[in-house]
T-cell receptor
Framework: GEDVEQSLFLSVREGDSSVINCTYT??????LYWYKQEPGAGLQLLTY?????DMKQDQRLTVLLNKKDKHLSLRIADTQTGDSAIYFC???????????????FGQGTELSVKP | DTEVTQTPKHLVMGMTNKKSLKCEQH?????MYWYKQKAKKPPELMFV???????INESVPSRFSPECPNSSLLNLHLHALQPEDSALYLC?????????????FGPGTRLTVL
């Protein structure tokens, strides 16, 4: 995905916290999303954050947004082996009237959780 | 019903075959999308339909032909594909109006072109 960057790999121990980082370039982006993809499956929407928010918490997931630095992070508390997957951040570029918006994806971070 | 379904799950075809991928949703979404995804890469947008009309074509070769027969169905017709077209094809849908417009993805069709 052009202009959205993520580190490719992250390895953690079960029970630790995982932090997946993402940087984007379009300051006009309105919504930013985190998707999870398990092997052989489609993309599952995990959470999203509106660009005027700094933080959003949803159970074990915490999203932090630093709009000044165009930096987005996803923290997974008490990481489990079932959290092993590829995690994509995505930005929605503005609001295209009548077109539902266009998502720009990062390259994806492969999270490996070791028991 | 809060899911996007896709059929078939797997498809193997020769370069001279004609086949179709199908996608269905019953969430009342009026935007539907086709993405192509290579292994361990992000999805690449191919087409967007808004209110059953093609609104975005990301310069996709004409051997891929989308069709949106009604607000719940989206097809992708395939003809004369190349081996490099082998990939996971994902369908997604979303609202157009409203606040969040998050896209919901189907499980995908794994396509192999021989």
């Amino acid at each position: 995905g052009e202009d959205v960057e993520q580190s490719l790999f992250l390895s953690v121990r079960e029970g630790d916290s995982s932090v997946i980082n993402c940087t984007y370039t379009d300051s006009s982006s309105t919504y930013l999303y985190w998707y999870k993809q398990e092997p052989g499956a489609g993309l599952q929407l995990l959470t999203y954050i509106f660009s005027n928010m700094d933080m959003k918490q949803d159970q074990r997931l915490t999203v932090l947004l630093n709009k000044k630095d165009k930096h987005l992070s996803l923290r997974i508390a008490d990481t489990q082996t079932g959290d092993s997957a590829i995690y994509f951040c995505a930005e929605r570029r503005g609001r295209i009237y009548n077109q539902g918006g266009k998502l720009i994806f990062g390259q994806g971070t492969e999270l490996s959780v070791k028991p | 019903d809060t899911e996007v379904t896709q059929t078939p799950k797997h498809l193997v075809m020769g370069m001279t075959n004609k086949k179709s991928l199908k996608c269905e949703q019953h969430m009342g979404h009026r935007a539907m999308y086709w993405y192509k995804q290579k292994a361990k890469k992000p999805p690449e947008l191919m087409f967007v339909y808004s209110y059953e009309k093609l609104s975005i074509n990301e310069s996709v070769p004409s051997r891929f032909s989308p069709e949106c027969p009604n607000s719940s169905l989206l097809n992708l017709h395939l003809h004369a594909l190349q081996p490099e077209d082998s990939a996971l094809y994902l369908c997604a849908s979303s609202h157009i109006t409203g606040t969040y417009n998050e896209q919901f993805f189907g499980p995908g069709t794994r396509l192999t072109v021989l």
